[in-house]
């Protein structure tokens, strides 16, 4: 995908990211599905943004995981997208940080759980 360049759109995913990050699972979770199938639709239609099309892509992952009941499969293979995307970001150590407990939430349902906890301390190491 190209990158997003429209600051419109991209002040919208900085606004839909800081609500999905600081207060979106707890507190309306049927909300943060809608938010971040909104982030993933901007990304396809005017670009890709490195900072907050990355999240939108994992709460997704997250939403369909707990939400829907057939879709683990497809639940697991949108946090693996999102996880390779974090590998090849320049500021990986910030979205690792900031991603790393739903990426393991998500992948602990098809996954060993050791291979999930070295995810969830990597993300817990890339904070400090």
Partial sequence: LPTMTDRTKLNAMKLMDLALTSFG?????????LVSCRMTRLSFLYGFSDQHSIPGLVFMAFGLLHYSNDNIWLATQLSRVAESLIKENPNSHALRARLAVMIGCVQIFVEPFQSCQAKLVDGYNSAI
């Fill in 25 to 33: 699972v707890f507190s309306s979770p049927m909300l943060m599905n």
